[in-house]
């Protein structure tokens, strides 16, 4: 399993795990704008995979220690926290006032939910560092050889 692939399926782990934290606020949000609770505390661990998946790219190569994992790890906590703060805003805030309700729903989702996010992906991204420096055997670390276009004729 390639080393994006397992820090993806981690830091959404760890996020929902944050999630679950907040999860009566999140259901009052969800509640509020009309959409099913299980769906509203999906969609950040979602967000975390793909953002996770995207710096985490190549990972065995870049990150040569647990400091340079945990700062993409914090750099992906606060993308996801923005992202889902951005679909709160959405899906909640009024047209006509869309910045004041914007900003209120930054400080309410950073201060309610920014701890647990933010907690949960400096763990998963712990993690991956220390998965990084010892090189497990079950992860592939290097990306396999690309394919000459004359070896893929003949072999079909």
């Not at 999140?26 to 009309?34: I, N």
């Not at 055997?137 to 004729?153: F, H, K, M, N």
């Amino acid at each position: 399993m390639p080393v994006s692939i397992f820090a993806m399926l981690l830091f959404a782990i760890c996020t929902w795990l944050g999630a679950g934290m907040v999860e009566v606020v999140m259901r009052d949000f969800a509640t509020q704008v009309g959409m099913r609770t299980w769906v509203f505390i999906a969609v950040p661990g979602l967000l975390s995979m793909l953002i996770s998946l995207v710096l985490y790219r190549n990972a065995a190569d870049r990150i040569r220690s647990v400091a340079e994992s945990m700062t993409r790890a914090l750099l992906v906590g606060i993308l996801t926290w923005l992202a889902v703060t951005a679909m709160i805003s959405f899906m909640w805030c009024p047209g006509y006032r869309v910045l004041r309700c914007s900003s209120d729903v930054l400080l309410v989702t950073g201060i309610v939910g920014g701890g647990p996010l933010l907690a949960a992906a400096l763990v998963a991204g712990f993690l991956v560092g220390l998965i990084l420096k010892r090189r497990v055997g079950w992860l592939t670390y290097e990306a396999p050889p690309p394919r000459r276009i004359e070896e893929s004729v003949h072999a079909e």
